[in-house]
Nanobody
Framework: QVQLVESGGGLVQAGGSLRLSCVAS????????MAWFRRAPGKERDLVAA????????HYADSVKGRFTISRDNAKNTLYLQMNSLKSEDTAVYYC?????????????????????WGQGTQVTVSS
């Protein structure tokens, strides 16, 4: 079975940092794009950041640009999200996802419907 498991969430003071990890098992995603999405209370699921298969292309939501960094270690089949300068608005459940298909070089999906595999989510709470 294919499984994505997020970890690293928790409670942090505003201005602090957290690093989320997502470990994939059951198959390798070395040839697939991956992404972090989040769902804040009362809001829709939104893309946070995406990264292509070889880390050559990244995409960030405007709200996290300059503060968050997405990265991956294909040898470990692991995706990361480094979150700095956290704000209360970042409070949400964060989900790891893997793209459903292998895309051309330089391409990364920003559409949630194009991601097939999803983790269970990890809660991030930022206090003021």
């Amino acid at each position: 079975q294919v499984q994505l498991v997020e970890s690293g969430g928790g409670l942090v003071q505003a201005g602090g940092s957290l690093r989320l990890s997502c470990v994939a098992s059951g198959r390798t995603f070395n040839s697939n794009g991956m992404a972090w999405f989040r769902r804040a209370p009362g809001k829709e699921r939104d893309l946070v950041a995406a990264i292509n298969w070889n880390s050559g292309v990244t995409h960030y939501a405007d709200s996290v640009k300059g503060r968050f960094t997405i990265s991956r270690d294909n040898a470990k089949n692991t995706l990361y999200l480094q979150m700095n300068s956290l704000k209360s608005e970042d409070t949400a459940v964060y989900y790891c996802a893997a793209d459903a298909k292998i895309r051309p070089p330089g391409k990364v999906s920003t559409e949630s419907t194009e991601y097939f595999y999803w983790g269970q989510g990890t809660q991030v709470t930022v206090s003021s």
